[in-house]
Nanobody, 115 residues
Framework: QVQLVESGGGLVQAGESLRLSCAAS????????MGWCRQAPGKGREWVAT???????NYADSVKGRFTLSRDNAKNTVYLQMNNLKPEDTAVYYC?????????WGQGTQVTVSS
């Protein structure tokens, strides 16, 4: 069973930055596709970014140029650096690990951006 633990959320003002971390309890972390999704109040879950084990990283248009997803395979950790945050980025951010057809989710971390 894969466990994902997110951290780094908080309350910031528009234009500021946060870095989220997601630590995974797996032995073969480097083979997992890792990513982040978010869910704003009253809305569905939205994809944010994905890091494939091939090294390719994709971003949603809404965060492209502001967010950077990186992974440290030695630490079994994936990061989401979020710069120039906007009020519309306010959401619970969830880490996701995928291998094959199986996906695992973290418990989520709240990010609130005030205007």
């Amino acid at each position: 069973q894969v466990q994902l633990v997110e951290s780094g959320g908080g309350l910031v003002q528009a234009g500021e930055s946060l870095r989220l971390s997601c630590a995974a309890s797996v032995l073969t972390f480097r083979y997992y596709t890792m990513g982040w999704c978010r869910q704003a109040p009253g809305k569905g879950r939205e994809w944010v970014a994905t890091s494939f084990n091939s090294g390719i990283t994709n971003y949603a248009d809404s965060v492209k140029g502001r967010f950077t997803l990186s992974r440290d395979n030695a630490k079994n950790t994936v990061y989401l650096q979020m710069n120039n945050l906007k009020p519309e980025d306010t959401a619970v951010y969830y880490c996701r690990a995928v291998q094959g057809i199986t996906a695992y989710w973290g418990q989520g971390t709240q990010v609130t951006v005030s205007s």
